[in-house]
């Protein structure tokens, strides 16, 4: 079986930068958050369950899902969060089961991109877990500009996510984007090839 290994981070802090990077490099990486987008497409799993739950309202025109509208419903009501949650999570967790398993039988190493790994207990799937860490206030200055959000707005999202110092504290291994893209690549590179500098402290 292949050596698997989970990368994961916080909003605007370079996750992809690093899997665009290995995926040049020729390496397989499973994207959790497009896997959800394609279950979500008309007919798909997801897309499925999600209007027999909560209608037809759901649904625009086109036949695509409503996510404005589906994101209100579910984060307005705390038994709807659990639901989506528990239901959402589970049909997931199988499809990203069955890439890894797939591929586990064709690739020496591959990579799994899963921005919840720590929150949803995906640990245990890895033998490695890579997290992209920034420091706070860059991290906030980078996701205002990238997305053009005011500061009050970029902090409550994140203040809805486990902090990356949290997340320090679970990762196998630390990649510092406190820098240029060009030193996370390096720290990248060290690691693909068995160098040991970016190592936990």
Same mark, same amino acid.
């Given at each position: 079986?292949?050596?698997?290994?989970?990368?994961?981070?916080?909003?605007?802090?370079?996750?992809?930068?690093?899997?665009?990077?290995?995926?040049?490099?020729?390496?397989?990486?499973?994207?959790?958050?497009?896997?959800?987008?394609?279950?979500?497409?008309?007919?798909?799993?997801?897309?499925?369950?999600?209007?027999?739950?909560?209608?037809?309202?759901?649904?625009?025109?086109?036949?695509?899902?409503?996510?404005?509208?589906?994101?209100?419903?579910?984060?307005?009501?705390?038994?709807?969060?659990?639901?989506?949650?528990?239901?959402?999570?589970? /049909?997931?967790?199988?499809?990203?089961?069955?890439?890894?398993?797939?591929?586990?039988?064709?690739?020496? /190493?591959?990579?799994?991109?899963?921005?919840?790994?720590?929150?949803?207990?995906?640990?245990?799937?890895?033998?490695?877990?890579?997290? /992209?860490?920034?420091?706070?206030?860059?991290?906030? !200055?980078?996701?205002?500009?990238?997305?053009?959000?005011?500061? !009050?707005?970029?902090?409550?999202?994140?203040?809805?996510?486990?902090?990356?110092?949290?997340?320090?504290?679970?990762?196998?291994?630390?990649?510092?984007?406190?820098?240029?893209?060009?030193?996370?690549?390096?720290?990248?590179?060290?690691?693909? !090839?068995?160098?040991?500098?970016?190592?936990?402290?």
């Amino acid at each position: 079986m292949g050596k698997i290994i989970g990368i994961t981070g916080g909003i605007a802090s370079g996750k992809s930068t690093v899997t665009n990077f290995l995926r040049q490099k020729g390496f397989q990486v499973v994207d959790a958050d497009a896997v959800v987008h394609d279950l979500q497409k008309p007919g798909g799993h997801l897309y499925q369950v999600l209007v027999q739950h909560f209608g037809q309202k759901i649904i625009l025109e086109n036949g695509e899902l409503n996510r404005p509208l589906l994101a209100s419903l579910i984060f307005s009501n705390p038994e709807e969060r659990e639901w989506s949650k528990q239901t959402q999570g589970e /049909i997931i967790r199988e499809e990203l089961a069955a890439l890894r398993d797939q591929l586990a039988q064709t690739e020496a /190493i591959f990579f799994m991109d899963i921005p919840l790994l720590f929150e949803q207990d995906y640990s245990a799937w890895f033998d490695e877990t890579w997290l /992209i860490y920034v420091d706070y206030d860059i991290q906030l !200055e980078r996701f205002m500009k990238r997305d053009h959000l005011s500061k !009050e707005v970029a902090k409550s999202r994140l203040s809805a996510q486990w902090s990356l110092a949290e997340k320090r504290k679970l990762a196998s291994r630390i990649l510092d984007n406190n820098g240029s893209r060009d030193q996370l690549v390096s720290q990248v590179v060290k690691l693909l !090839e068995g160098g040991d500098s970016c190592a936990r402290d």
